[in-house]
């Protein structure tokens, strides 16, 4: 009925980020066919450019990632929040959206376009390698800067026998 409220002293004592996570490790881990989701992302652009007729399923794509990730990614929620927070995960995203932007426009000001229904779908696939590639690292550095958040705080905790 009545619930503690928290006092600055215990919200200072929480930890926070990464430090916060104590799934196990291989539970945190995104699985491979999740990865095929944000690869269809990635060239979605390049996908609806080479096939318009494909902009409905991937609207069905975009409403079953995010029932996906609300549901059975539920417990991965809190690392991709601590994830976002940091640099180096905004460093790839904007560096992704800078590579899809900066290549059109190299290729404009070189007088070539990707007009075409193959050269469509040859970036759309370039684009999605990237996008995953980019994935599994920023995920692997994540799960070893996890790791040693917890190792690090295995070490200053006092063990209690």
């Given at each position: 009925m009545?619930?503690k409220?928290?006092?600055?002293a215990?919200?200072?004592?929480?930890?926070?980020?990464?430090?916060?996570?104590?799934?196990?490790?291989?539970?945190?881990?995104?699985?491979v066919?999740?990865?095929?989701?944000?690869?269809?992302?990635?060239?979605?652009?390049?996908?609806?450019?080479?096939?318009?007729?494909?902009?409905?399923?991937?609207?069905?794509?975009?409403?079953?990632?995010?029932?996906?990730?609300?549901?059975?990614?539920?417990?991965?929620?809190?690392?991709?929040?601590?994830?976002?927070?940091?640099?180096?995960?905004?460093?790839?995203?904007?560096?992704?959206?800078?590579?899809?932007?900066?290549?059109?426009?190299?290729?404009?000001a070189?007088?070539?376009?990707v007009?075409?229904?193959?050269?469509?779908?040859?970036?759309?696939?370039?684009?999605?390698?990237?996008?995953?590639?980019?994935?599994?690292?920023?995920?692997?550095?994540?799960?070893?800067?996890?790791?040693?958040a917890?190792?690090?705080?295995a070490?200053e905790?006092?063990?209690?026998?």
């Open positions: 009545f619930r409220t928290a006092t600055p215990d919200a200072a004592a929480a930890p926070k980020g990464l430090a916060a996570i104590t799934e196990p490790i291989e539970e945190l881990r995104l699985p066919w999740f990865f095929g989701f944000e690869a269809v992302f990635a060239c979605a652009y390049d996908l609806i450019k080479a096939y318009p007729v494909m902009l409905p399923v991937l609207g069905a794509l975009v409403v079953a990632n995010i029932v996906i990730s609300l549901t059975m990614m539920r417990k991965r929620l809190r690392l991709a929040k601590a994830l976002w927070r940091g640099k180096e995960t905004r460093k790839v995203a904007i560096g992704l959206l800078a590579l899809r932007l900066g290549s059109h426009f190299v290729l404009n070189v007088g070539v376009t007009t075409s229904t193959a050269a469509h779908l040859v970036f759309g696939v370039l684009m999605a390698a990237i996008t995953v590639g980019l994935l599994v690292f920023t995920q692997q550095t994540a799960l070893r800067a996890l790791e040693s917890r190792a690090k705080a070490q905790t006092p063990a209690t026998a």
